[in-house]
């Protein structure tokens, strides 16, 4: 592990809200472990071991029925952790890769038997080296005829640099917790509200993950000063909106989030049955079950 990471919390509490059946965990990875999936060489942080059997122990527990597993940057282009969970998981759980050139349309169709439906694209500069534009255009150009999408982590914040790219990419788009909100420039900032138009005036074909309060939050748990920006998203595009728990949680800074407190969290950000089940099935089930 890297000095100073914070492994998941050992014992979450059992969450009061219960979600709907079929309930989607639609952000969360699996890292490792090691000794069986090496991490990739260019890594920028060595996370602890999180196997799929812990990860769906806790789907279990919080009371979800399936889950969406994202390619982290500490594998790299290697999918191999991840094709392992997605073969194994009986239809319970689909798959964002991370791909590049090197890939051939064999491959491609290979990840995509196995359940994979998209690709990300990570800006987070602590996280990644930059990939030219040109590249991610003609991969994004390769994966669209798969009916994929792309997975979007980048701050809010570089909206203005990134507006027009992000458009012109062919497929949809689904943005990584919430584009990195600043809590402390409050729901009337002027990047939040920018990036609410940005959504607005591509509602067709642009979903946003209303997830990791507990990256955002300067209140700390149980996140209420993240609440308001979760449910204005989810209250503007019921449609548009899907959640997911990021276990295990890489790179928090101070402490690992007790993920029955995330759970807890839903009703606050979708506040009736019907945004739940929108939120938790409806909306994931479209993305990757369909
Ligand atoms: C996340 C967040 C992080 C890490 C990664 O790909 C990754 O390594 O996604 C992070 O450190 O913000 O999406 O769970």
């Known amino acids: 592990m890297s000095p100073g990471y914070i492994p998941f919390h050992p014992n979450p509490s059992k969450p009061k809200f219960k979600p709907p ?68 998981s009986n239809d319970k759980v689909k798959g964002i890769a ?8 064999d491959q491609l169709k290979e990840l995509d038997r196995a359940g994979v439906k998209g690709v990300r694209f990570n800006f987070i500069k602590r996280l990644v080296d930059s990939t030219p534009r040109d590249t991610m255009q003609r991969i994004a150009a390769r994966i669209a005829p798969l009916g ?29 917790h919430m ?52 449910r204005t998203i989810v209250e503007r595009f ?5 959640w997911g728990t990021d276990w295990p949680h890489p790179n928090m800074p101070k402490e690992a989030p007790d993920d029955g407190v995330l759970v807890d969290m839903i009703p606050k950000i979708a506040p009736t049955a019907e945004l739940q089940r929108k939120l938790l099935v409806d909306n994931p089930m479209q993305l990757y079950w369909s």
């Open 21 to 88: 059946a079929g309930a989607v965990d639609a952000h969360c990875h699996v890292f490792g472990p090691e000794a069986k999936f090496p991490f990739a060489p260019k890594r920028k942080y060595t996370p602890c071991d999180a196997p799929k059997e812990t990860l769906f122990q806790r789907r279990n527990f919080l009371g979800f029925d399936k889950n969406v597993i994202v390619q982290a940057t500490c594998h790299d282009i290697d999918n191999r952790a991840l094709v392992d969970a997605l073969v194994t």
């Open 98 to 105: 991370f791909v590049d050139e090197s890939f051939t349309d």
């Open 148 to 176: 994929w999408h792309i997975v979007i982590y980048f701050e809010h914040a570089d909206l203005g640099k990134m507006g027009p790219f992000l458009k012109s990419l062919p497929t949809t788009l689904v943005f990584d």
């Open 179 to 230: 584009a990195c909100p600043n809590v402390r420039e409050g729901v009337d900032g002027a990047n939040f509200q920018r990036f609410l138009e940005f959504l607005d005036t591509n509602k067709d074909r642009f979903y946003t993950k209303v997830t990791c309060p507990e990256r955002f939050t300067v209140a700390g748990p149980p996140y209420d000063d993240v609440a308001p920006f979760a």
């Open 238 to 242: 019921p449609d548009r909106v899907i």
